[in-house]
């Protein structure tokens, strides 16, 4: 807001309150729907003065072709001074993370509520694919698509093609703007190369939203309640003794969160200590005090400098932050908890043998009533999807043992909707069938707990090596190059940003990711990784960015999605009380006709009454800021709207 005041902005106001006529020319930043220009329309033609002396309008997006009819006929045209679409239907939350923040979009692609309804499926992958056309022009970018196959998921999964068919749409999307802006004879570069567009589906890695990953940004925002990945409350001393609660803003203007996010903890600890000795070295006046052998060192040593203020309050934000990580690990007892998930998500043991007692180990940490359910179920996911699928005797085995509660359940069978198998017969594929897993080499191995590389970087370096099957990822159009292919590279580029390598031109065209159904933090450090290690820019986003908590919560209710809207998790759940022996038998998850239980059609049991009843959404509003779908309506890129000449230099 104060950025905006300091233009010479005299007033902002929301659109939808009651406002006073004001003897001024109107900004309206708006989303591209029907109520949205209606009532810009109204303040100009429903009173006999109008409330402004004119209008300027610019749109997050295109709209639909009825509702840019509808501004141009009504609007009085001598009081619509300009008109423009910025293409930002999208939250650049760090810079090389993009999401549209529509957790929502979960639900209306996977819940089997949901996406049997073709109106409600079809529609978010429309509103996603026009977000995605405003990434692509924001970035000056229109680029070569690949998408996920899925050829080796399990043949019963439904969902297979979403990947394809959001892809076609994309390029449909992108052949229209390009289509448009050469009418209007936008000019064309041909130097650099075409980038390339990933689209993803979530099964592209199950074990990464729900393994505990100890960097930095992902450890604490699994751990700690950090609000939407960016606001931290902490315990702040003061220099007489006193402690207060303050809030933090974890993002790019923090240059300690910037240079640490991606390490690993140890690591993190270590520079945190080294530079803070290394700043009461260079200080004069600090050099007879001892340096800081821990964090609690540090800390009551930053609370005797009340002269270094700015200072001591960035390293105390981190300083909890750590703390708080490392009070949970030993808690958790996630030193032990790691292990398991390594072995089960690489599949090999930290001395590169095949695991054989895993469900030994994972037993005593089942009984075990300081550990958190959430962690047990997290385990209990990733022992399922490395065996694919285990026997029924199995199953009520560690349920007994880990005495989660029936959503918890729930969120494990719901795998199902995700292409994992559940149960495993006799006859069923066995976890030595598995597409073998790439064993950390080299460079990789850094920590035992951290042994698991996610997919995504074994899909990008082998794009960048030029060996990624293509039979796996294909093609949207044939990616032969030639002029032909660097001129249409070069249709969006007449804007073309450098968000990051800044002063020096990155070696390879730009790859761009979008990961449907959310994604992690450990994928995003992966992007940032590829980009230092290759000098290649990887952009990478979706719908929105995932925690194993709001995972799991998520899967828990997909079969009765909710209807409100998205608000994080506020604090991690507490851990599981001592119990007395158990009485519940779930041996009551029978496949009896009588039973208030019925099965899944690959083996999970879910209470019949529970889930009965089909979740509704409103047929509006699909994400901040009204972006409404219109099925009837083709929408713009079959209009052509060979008379909007805001498409010759779009700029966000």
Same mark, same amino acid.
């Given at each position: 807001?104060?950025?905006?005041?300091?233009?010479?902005?005299? $007033?902002?106001?929301?659109?939808?309150?009651?406002?006073?006529?004001?003897?001024?020319?109107?900004?309206?930043?708006?989303?591209?729907?029907?109520?949205?220009?209606?009532?810009?329309?109204?303040?100009?033609?429903?009173?006999?003065?109008? /409330? &402004?002396?004119?209008?300027?309008?610019?749109?997050?997006?295109?709209?639909?072709?009825?509702?840019?009819?509808? *501004?141009?006929?009504?609007?009085?045209?001598?009081?619509?001074?300009?008109?423009?679409?910025?293409?930002?239907?999208?939250?650049?939350?760090?810079?090389?993370?993009?999401?549209?923040?529509?957790?929502?979009?979960?639900?209306?692609?996977?819940?089997?509520?949901?996406?049997?309804?073709? !109106?409600?499926?079809?529609?978010?992958?429309?509103?996603? !694919?026009?977000?995605?056309?405003?990434?692509?022009?924001?970035?000056?970018?229109?680029?070569?698509?690949?998408?996920?196959?899925?050829?080796?998921?399990?043949?019963?999964?439904?969902?297979?093609?979403?990947?394809?068919? /959001?892809?076609? /749409?994309?390029?449909?999307?992108?052949?229209?703007?390009?289509?448009?802006?050469?009418?209007?004879?936008?000019?064309?570069?041909?130097?650099?190369?075409?980038? @390339?567009?990933?689209?993803?589906?979530?099964?592209?890695?199950?074990?990464?939203?729900?393994?505990?990953?100890?960097?930095?940004?992902?450890?604490?925002?699994?751990?700690?309640?950090?609000?939407?990945?960016?606001?931290?409350?902490?315990?702040?001393?003061?220099?007489?003794?006193?402690?207060?609660?303050?809030?933090?803003?974890?993002?790019?203007?923090?240059?300690?969160?910037?240079?640490?996010?991606?390490?690993?903890?140890?690591?993190?600890?270590?520079?945190?200590?080294?530079?803070?000795?290394?700043?009461? @070295?260079?200080?004069?006046?600090?050099?007879?005090?001892?340096?800081?052998?821990?964090?609690?060192?540090?800390?009551?040593?930053?609370?005797?400098?009340?002269?270094?203020?700015?200072?001591?309050?960035?390293?105390? @934000?981190?300083?909890?932050?750590?703390?708080?990580?490392?009070?949970?690990?030993?808690?958790?007892?996630?030193?032990?908890?790691?292990? @398991?998930?390594?072995?089960?998500?690489?599949?090999?043991?930290?001395?590169?043998?095949?695991?054989?007692?895993?469900?030994?180990?994972?037993?005593?940490?089942?009984?075990?009533?300081?550990?958190?359910?959430?962690?047990?179920?997290?385990?209990?996911?990733?022992?399922?999807?490395?065996?694919?699928?285990?026997?029924?005797?199995?199953?009520?085995?560690?349920?007994?043992?880990?005495?989660?509660?029936?959503?918890?359940?729930?969120?494990?069978?719901?795998?199902?909707?995700?292409?994992?198998?559940?149960?495993?017969?006799?006859?069923?594929?066995?976890?030595?069938?598995?597409?073998?897993?790439?064993?950390?080499?080299?460079?990789?191995?850094?920590?035992?707990?951290?042994?698991?590389?996610?997919? *995504?970087?074994?899909? /990008?370096?082998?794009?960048?090596?030029?060996?990624?099957?293509?039979?796996?990822?294909?093609?949207?159009?044939?990616?032969?190059?030639?002029?032909?292919?660097?001129?249409?590279?070069?249709?969006?580029?007449?804007?073309?940003?450098?968000?990051?390598?800044?002063?020096?031109?990155?070696?390879?065209?730009?790859?761009?990711?979008?990961?449907?159904?959310?994604?992690?933090?450990?994928?995003?450090?992966? !992007?940032?990784?590829?980009?230092?290690?290759?000098?290649?820019?990887?952009?990478?986003?979706?719908?929105?960015?995932?925690?194993?908590?709001?995972?799991?919560?998520?899967?828990?209710? $997909?079969?009765?999605?909710?209807?409100?809207?998205?608000?994080?998790?506020?604090?991690?759940? $507490?851990?599981?009380?001592?119990?007395?022996?158990?009485?519940?038998?779930?041996?009551?998850?029978?496949?009896?006709?009588?039973?208030?239980?019925?099965?899944?059609?690959?083996?999970?049991?879910?209470?019949?009454?529970?889930?009965?009843?089909?979740?509704?959404?409103?047929?509006?509003? &699909?994400?901040?800021?009204?972006?409404?779908?219109?099925?009837?309506?083709?929408?713009?890129?079959?209009?052509?709207?060979?008379?909007?000449?805001?498409?010759?230099?779009?700029?966000?």
């Amino acid at each position: 807001m104060f950025d905006i005041l300091e233009e010479k902005v005299t $007033l902002v106001e929301q659109l939808e309150k009651t406002r006073q006529t004001y003897p001024l020319e109107a900004v309206y930043i708006i989303t591209p729907s029907q109520e949205s220009v209606s009532k810009v329309i109204e303040d100009f033609t429903k009173q006999s003065t109008p /409330l &402004y002396t004119g209008a300027h309008v610019f749109l997050t997006s295109p709209p639909e072709h009825s509702v840019y009819q509808m *501004l141009m006929k009504s609007m009085p045209s001598n009081l619509l001074k300009d008109y423009k679409e910025l293409f930002i239907e999208f939250h650049a939350r760090e810079a090389q993370v993009y999401s549209f923040e529509s957790p929502n979009s979960f639900f209306r692609l996977y819940s089997p509520v949901e996406n049997s309804v073709n !109106a409600v499926f079809d529609g978010e992958l429309k509103k996603l !694919a026009k977000q995605l056309l405003s990434v692509c022009v924001s970035l000056g970018e229109n680029p070569l698509i690949r998408y996920q196959k899925g050829a080796d998921l399990d043949p019963d999964y439904t969902n297979k093609s979403l990947p394809f068919k /959001l892809a076609q /749409l994309v390029q449909n999307e992108l052949d229209s703007y390009t289509r448009i802006r050469r009418q209007h004879g936008a000019p064309l570069e041909t130097q650099h190369k075409r980038s @390339v567009l990933f689209i993803l589906d979530r099964t592209v890695d199950m074990y990464t939203p729900v393994l505990h990953e100890f960097t930095y940004q992902a450890m604490a925002n699994d751990l700690l309640p950090i609000e939407n990945g960016q606001k931290y409350t902490y315990s702040y001393a003061d220099e007489d003794g006193s402690s207060a609660n303050k809030e933090a803003l974890l993002d790019e203007t923090d240059s300690i969160w910037v240079s640490i996010r991606h390490k690993h903890m140890k690591d993190c600890i270590d520079q945190l200590m080294t530079d803070f000795n290394k700043f009461l @070295v260079e200080n004069a006046g600090f050099n007879d005090r001892d340096k800081a052998a821990n964090l609690n060192d540090i800390k009551k040593m930053l609370a005797t400098l009340p002269q270094f203020q700015t200072m001591k309050e960035k390293y105390s @934000v981190h300083l909890n932050i750590a703390q708080e990580c490392m009070s949970v690990f030993d808690k958790e007892k996630l030193a032990e908890v790691a292990t @398991v998930e390594q072995n089960c998500a690489t599949g090999f043991t930290s001395d590169s043998h095949h695991p054989k007692t895993l469900m030994d180990d994972m037993i005593p940490i089942l009984d075990n009533p300081v550990i958190s359910s959430s962690t047990k179920v997290r385990m209990l996911m990733l022992y399922i999807m490395y065996k694919r699928g285990i026997s029924e005797e199995d199953r009520l085995k560690l349920l007994n043992h880990a005495r989660i509660s029936l959503p918890e359940n729930e969120a494990i069978n719901n795998l199902e909707f995700f292409g994992e198998k559940l149960i495993r017969t006799k006859s069923g594929p066995s976890v030595m069938k598995k597409k073998k897993y790439r064993q950390p080499q080299g460079d990789d191995i850094h920590y035992e707990f951290s042994r698991y590389i996610p997919r *995504l970087k074994n899909v /990008l370096e082998s794009h960048i090596n030029k060996n990624l099957d293509n039979a796996a990822y294909p093609y949207t159009k044939d990616p032969a190059g030639g002029s032909d292919g660097n001129k249409a590279a070069s249709d969006l580029r007449s804007a073309r940003p450098t968000w990051f390598l800044k002063g020096q031109e990155a070696k390879n065209p730009r790859i761009i990711v979008f990961i449907t159904g959310g994604v992690t933090y450990s994928e995003l450090r992966t !992007a940032y990784e590829i980009t230092t290690k290759h000098r290649q820019d990887i952009i990478i986003g979706s719908t929105h960015i995932l925690t194993p908590q709001k995972f799991v919560e998520d899967l828990s209710v $997909l079969r009765k999605p909710p209807t409100r809207s998205y608000s994080p998790p506020k604090q991690r759940p $507490l851990p599981t009380p001592p119990k007395a022996p158990a009485t519940q038998n779930y041996n009551q998850y029978s496949k009896s006709p009588s039973s208030d239980y019925h099965q899944s059609h690959q083996g999970g049991y879910y209470p019949q009454n529970a889930y009965s009843q089909q979740g509704t959404y409103p047929s509006g509003n &699909y994400q901040q800021g009204n972006y409404p779908y219109n099925q009837s309506n083709p929408g713009y890129q079959q209009q052509g709207y060979p008379t909007r000449p805001q498409y010759m230099n779009p700029k966000p």
